[in-house]
């Protein structure tokens, strides 16, 4: 079945499906279970990636105008795999994770990112709390 771009791209479907099969061509060495695993990626039963290797997350707005970006025709992102805390097995709260930034003394990595427009769901509320 070839899969369609988004109506909102100017990429042709044929690059979806491209990549698509070759996501679908990584194995682990050893192993030769697929690499490609959206679930190995997900937070609390949510995966920012498919099993085709597309972002599932919202199009890219702009932090001061909330405008959608438009101005770049591919976004490339690195799917990292979560890691909850051992003894709870969830994921910090924005709470704890300014508590690890003012423990540190230091949250000038966090101001940073905000001050250029890195931003994530979390920082208000993380920002509340330091």
Avoid at 46 to 70: C, Y
Avoid at 103 to 108: E, F, I, K, L, V
Wanted: hydrophobic share 40%; with cysteine; proline share 5%.
């Amino acid at each position: 079945m070839r899969r369609v771009a988004p109506a909102a791209s100017a990429l042709p479907g044929i690059l979806f499906d491209a990549w698509a099969a070759r996501v679908a061509e990584e194995k682990h060495f050893r192993t030769k279970a697929r690499c490609y695993d959206s679930q190995a990626y997900a937070v609390k039963g949510r995966a920012a990636i498919s099993n085709s290797g597309e972002l599932q997350i919202a199009w890219p707005v702009f932090a001061d105008t909330g405008a959608a970006v438009d101005s770049f025709d591919l976004l490339l992102a690195t799917a990292t795999r979560p890691t909850p805390d051992r003894n709870t097995r969830d994921y910090p709260t924005a709470e704890q994770i300014a508590a690890a930034w003012r423990y540190t003394g230091n949250p000038q990595y966090f101001l940073e990112n905000c001050k250029h427009g890195i931003h994530t769901f979390q920082d208000d509320e993380i920002r509340k709390h330091l």
